[in-house]
Each structure stands twice: as C-alpha cells, then as structure tokens.
C-alpha cells in the first residue's frame, strides 16, 4: 500500500509513498494527530539530490521493523527542503543549536506543537561511524518522551525561547563604513586555501557569492591578491573533478582540500552562481579557460535542466543511479581504454589519471576525472606537439562523453523554483551579453515568461515552484529577490519595458509584505511567519545569496535605475540593521558585504538615449564593457515609460534633453562623466570611471 505521499508534487516525497513508513506531508493534519494522540513527531528532511537522504530511506525507512517502531510512537513527517525552506532553515537553526552540526538528512524530533527536543543528520541503522544505530535512538526517544514527557515539553519550550531571542535584531549600526568592508576581505584572506583555492579545508563548498566579492574589490581597485583569490579559485575548481569534465557543470562540494572528489549532485543554484563566477572572471582576465567553463555550464543547462517546452530551468540532478552515488560518472581503467585507442588513452590517462588506483577509499579501481596534469606537461611527458595533444584529449573527451551518454542517468526534479530560476536567468542573460551566446538569452527569456504568465500572484509577487501539477501557493523572500533582480536583468538586455515594471512591482511586493517594523525582511510573508516557531531573517549564504542581502542589491539597482531614494533607504535600513549579524557571520555573509560595497561606492549606472543603428551600438558597448554591479538603461523612448507606477527619472528627462544625438551617459550615484558618442569612447569610460585605482 502507498502512503500519504503519493499524491505530492515533490519528487523527493513521491519516492517515499511505497515506504512502509506511514508518512504525513508537512501540514496541519500531522499536528493534530500528534497533539490527539500525545506522540511525538519524527520530522525528516531531505531533497531528491541527496545521497546520504537515498541512503537512510534505503536502510531504514525502507526496512519494515523500523517502520513499524516509527508507526507506533511516533507521527512521521517528510519535508522536502527544496519545496519548503521556510521549514528547513527553522529546523537546522534547531538541530544546529542541539549538536553543532546540520545537513541532509535532517532528522528532529519534535513535541506536538513542532518544538524540537532532539535531533541529528544521517544516522545509521546500527551503531556505526562513531554514531547511534536509528533503531536505538527511535526506542530511547520514544521511552524517553513517555516516561519524561513534561521535561522534554519544558525543554523544548527552553530551546525554542533561546533561538527566538537569538533572532532578535540589534540597533542598527551608528555608521556604514569601509572597514566592515575591509575586516571582511582580511578574513577571506586569511581563510584562503593557497595551494588549493577555495576557502578552509575538507569539505570544501564553492562560496560563488564570496568569489564575487573579491572580483568586485579587484576591479576596482586592482590589488593583486584579490585576483589571486578569486583566479586561483575557479582555476582549480574548473581543473578538479568537482567539474564535470565530460558534460559540463559543477557537482555540489568536494569531500577533499583539492577539489577531486565530489559528492555528485548537481543543483541549479549553484551552477547559475558559478556561471557568473566564470563569465565575470573571463571579463577581467580574459582568460580561455573560465570562458569555456562557462560555455560548459551553459550546454549542461540546455541538454539536462532545461524545458524546452514550456521553459523554466530544473532544479537538480541526482547524485545517485540506484544504489551508487555517482557511478554515472567514474570509470575504471578497463572502461576507458575500450572507449578509446591506444594513443588517446596515453594521452588521457596522463591527463586524467587514469591508471594505478583510483580516488575512492571504497572502490579504488573507480576513478574521478580531474586534470591530473596540464596539457603542456602531458606533451613534454610524451615527446609530443601541444597541439596535437589538444587534439587527442578532445577527442577523447568527446568519445567517452558519447559513451558515458549511453549509461542510465541520474534523475532531474523537473520542478521549477522561482528563486534558482531567478539566478539562472540573470546568468544566462550575462552569458549572453560576454560570450555572444545567442541561445542562453532565448532560454532565460523563455523562463522568465513562464513565470510572468504561470507563476505571479495579484499582488505582482512570485510564486516559489511550478511544478508538472501546477504551481504551488507557497511564496517567499528568495524568490522576489532573484526573480527581481532577472527582470531587471531582462530589461536591461532586451529593452522592454514590462519588465522593469514588473520588476518595481516585486520590490513594492517586498516591501508589503515581508518588511518587517525594524526595516528586516522575513524570509516568509509576515501574515506566514507566525505559524512557524520562531521567525527567520535570512543573512547568512546557505546555500543561496541570502534573502535579506540580496533584496538590499536588488534597491540599490532600481534606486539607480528609477532615481528612486526609497529603495536606496531600504536598503540601507537593512544594512545598518544587520551589520552586527553579518560582522559574526565573516565570508559565510559575502552577500551583505557584496551589498554593502555597492551601497558605499556606489553602482555604475550606463543610460542610452537616442535611436538608431548607433544608439543600438553603444548599447551593445553598455552590456558587453564589464563593470561589476553595472546596471543598463537601454534606449528606450519616454512615452513607453511613466503611467502608474512607474514614473520618468528626472535625470533620464534631463539626458534626452540635453543629447543632440545617440549618447551614452554613465554615472555613479549623482557623479555622471561626459556623454559618450561612440562605442569605443563609452568602453574607455565604462572601464576607468569611479574606479580605487
């Protein structure tokens, strides 16, 4: 018989309804069980990427005497994190506050009204890896709650009450300066793996929002160990096997320093963050390595998560196919040399490292893809012209990705989510613009339509998923933010003017209905935020740009572009607010800081008047002349500007008035340089104004 689950949108949930298991999706009906029955709830959390999820359900939700010791004592309830991360960030606060530790699996333990009394991650199903077997921990908690039960209430109630003073946000700072700025940057510094990239030690996640960080400081101010960080970085990132050598895209974190060995999911955020890493590095440096990193993400975007039909890119694919965690993407030895022919293999063996044993302590006959070593060195090792063995390795890259092609593939949650749309849009439209890919505008376009048409409330807000049912009521802060910033983004690429109406009516959206009376945003809407236990303000990256932060970005860019100082006091009454917060938080609030340099220095701000062949050019000179934090008015006429809500700037009046032909204005806060008549003239000042250096 199938559970409850069956009838859910979520893939992670559906996956579960064949469980012994009598599982409750998150909901009312759980809780009233649990409260007329005085059981405790066993909450897991989880999503259709996670391997250590795949693993707990194999092992014990799938086995029938656990099930039945859960069926007992206890109401179940399976969350997907993906779908409610309202409910996810509450319960790794908790779990975290318990054991110093969160993830996937999250398994908590709850009283009937939803307050935890204990918890953990993956939890094996009998006592192994220095942690208590499931079995014991389900009977202990369950005896401990019968024969205890008003002091697990009481401590419970304790807990709840410590995290939600812990949610209480300071007064707000006496000034913004440029040394929050700098106290961060010397922690980054001093975190940076120099050797290796990336920041701390194993695991090591990408941080995308800290990488744009110091590329932004870079740009402007041209210190060379700010480069370094980011360069070195994606470098190494783009040579380990956290990188799909083969398809494209990133996997989610390596269990290593060096980047090798991946757990093998792969999610949309992160590869939609990682693209504007690369397109953004290849701007400054031009280098031909993050340009075709990029390139690949985008191909992985258009032949695994995107949908071509009805548009909207998928969430995530599966680390797993069956009981393996990325088997779909290592080879052993004997796999690749019937693959290729005995050149190529030479080649590719020295370059991939392919022979000996392998990079999995479990299986050292699998190996890991990874550039073991550089072409250059693979040439000089065999006595032969980098050319040629440029070419090898192409080939050779290209037969064992046809072959890899014919092995079953891990599986997509073809659920679209607002949010990470909303990073993937405004990536693909930067793509677009940098690396004149024609189609990454038409997949963002196409996207950002469907949400316009599907996945819009009447108050201009965004809905969080569109799923193959429907889409679903929930909304939140992430998904205003990113949607936000792409319809920007849009408006700046295409012209239209829609879109940048639609992207002032978010942030009114915002404004309404997740603005709190301290000037905070809720990561929830506040007629919401009370059926949940404690209130959330979301500062931290974990594992997407924070709410908060990225909402302060989001007005300082229609501030610029509408000469709007509301949106630009938002984002200061957020700033000032949490600047305390994001002082604790360091390089895991890269986003505040990404926020509050540009509240500091200032956005570029590029305005296009006139019409015609040469206002098109210097358009194009705005989008492609990279500056970090530009945002683009194209040239657009008045008329299709103004009506309600949506009045003409002054200072966009005062430029069509004063240009006698085609001009490009660019400004920094209320500082404009001279108009530029050409394409070249604008470059030159797009890329030395307002500039540290």
Known sequence: MVNRLAQETSPYLRAAADQPVDWYPW??????????????ILLDIGASWCHWCHVMDRESYEDPEVARIINENFVPVKVDRDERPDVDARYQLFVGALTGQGGWPLTAFLTPDGKVFFGGTYFPPEDAYGR????????????YYRDHRDQVLEYAEDLARQLRGGMVVGPPAPALRHEQVQRVLEEIRRSFDMANGGFGSAPKFPHPSTVELVLRRFTLTGEEWLGTIATRTLEKMARGGIHDQLGGGFHRYSTDAKWIVPHFEKLLCDNALLLSNYVQAFQVTGSPLFREVALGIL?????????????????SQDADVGDEEGGYYLWTEAEVREVLDPVEFEVASLYFHLSGRGELPQDPDKHVLYCHREADVVAALLGRPQEEVRGLL???????????????????????????NGMAISACLEAHTALGR???????????????????RQTGAFLHALTPEGPRPEWYLEDQVFMGKALLDAFSVTGEVRYLRAAKEVAEAILQEFRREDGTLADLPLSQEGSLSIPHTPIQDSPIPAGNAGAARLFLALAQVLDEPTYRQAAEEILSRLAAVAARLGLHASTYYLALDEFLTGLMHVVIVGDGAQAEALHEAALRTFHPGKVVTPPVRLSLLGGPGLPIPEVLREMVAAASGPRGYVCVGSICAPPADTPEALREVIQTFHRDR
Not at 27 to 40: I, L, S, V, Y
Not at 397 to 420: C, F, H, I
């Open 394 to 420: 192409s080939s050779a890259r290209e037969k064992l990705r046809r072959a890899r092609g014919q092995r079953p593939k891990p599986l997509v949650d073809s659920t679209v989510y607002a949010s990470w």
């Open 27 to 40: 909901g009312e009906e759980a809780f009233q069980k649990a409260k007329q029955e005085d059981r405790p």
């Open 132 to 143: 208590p077997g499931f079995k014991r921990v389900l009977l202990s908690v369950a005896s």
């Open 438 to 456: 024609r189609e990454a505008r038409e997949m963002a376009l196409h996207a950002l339509e469907r949400f316009l048409h599907e996945g819009r």
């Open 299 to 315: 191909d992985y975007f258009a032949s695994e998560l995107y949908d071509r039909e009805q548009g909207g890119f998928f969430a």
